[in-house]
């Protein structure tokens, strides 16, 4: 893929003219179209071989079937198919931009040799689930925190958790976070909860590493753990 030809340029290249290169000469090839950062698991459509963010081309097929830089249509159903990850273009920009793969792996290195309910002072609580579930997953920590004052008339029965801060795998999704929500908060089952990122309502399919690498990490001024905060849900229909 486009890594390889990269790494063809480079050598090509360097034993004609012996010149170092500078990063900026190779700008055009290591950005995402979509967010004009350095590409983070850069990943190609098959269809067209244009390359994006991991999270970047994700996020656009959520509403649209096209390639978002040519326009073509890459499946009819389910984009994400035809999407392969270029391992080898990753690391030539990792060597390329100095600190980078530090910085895009920030949440991934709080792993755990297990899943962990732990309070503010970082004392840890047997959430009294099965340790091995997602053992070998990355751990990302996040703190849910109660949305207060909703106006809702069910607002008394969503409270504050007494260990808002957990460390779970990063692929949980939403789904499962409002179970455990339910579960602690000892609501009904029929009883519905919205949790949301940077005052956006997330679905129920997406996971935690989705979202932080979409929503929460877009934002600088946000930190590490990232904040996700409860409420019952509100009907807009």
């Known amino acids: 893929m486009l890594g390889y030809i990269i790494r063809q340029v480079l050598a090509q290249e360097m034993a004609a003219t012996g010149r170092k290169h500078l990063v ?16 983070i698991k850069p990943t190609t459509v098959t269809e067209c071989l244009h390359t994006f963010c991991k999270s970047c081309i994700v996020q656009h097929f959520e509403d649209s079937n096209d390639c978002p830089k040519c326009g073509i249509q890459v499946h009819e159903t389910n984009p994400l198919e035809m999407l392969r990850l270029d391992n080898t273009l990753e690391e030539i920009i990792f060597k390329l931009v100095p600190g980078l793969r530090e910085k895009s792996l920030t949440f991934h290195k709080f792993v755990l040799p297990e899943v962990r309910v732990v309070g503010r002072d970082g004392d840890d609580c047997d959430n009294g689930g099965d340790k091995d579930y997602h053992r070998s997953d990355p751990q990302i920590a996040i703190c849910l925190d109660c949305l207060h004052n909703t106006g809702q008339s069910g607002e008394s029965s969503v409270t504050d958790l007494m260990k808002r801060f957990i460390r779970c795998s990063s692929r949980v999704t939403v ?5 455990f929500l339910s ?45 996700l905060e409860y409420r019952p849900r509100i009907d807009f229909g």
């Open 24 to 39: 900026r000469d190779f700008n055009h090839f290591i950005t995402c179209y979509l967010c004009r950062g350095y590409l």
């Open 175 to 179: 789904g499962t976070i409002k179970k």
């Open 183 to 227: 579960l602690k908060l000892k609501l009904p089952s029929s009883y519905e909860l919205d949790v949301l990122c940077n005052g956006e309502i997330m679905g129920r399919d997406h996971t935690l590493e989705f979202i932080y690498m979409t929503r929460w990490r877009l934002h600088r001024d946000n930190t590490y753990p990232m904040v």
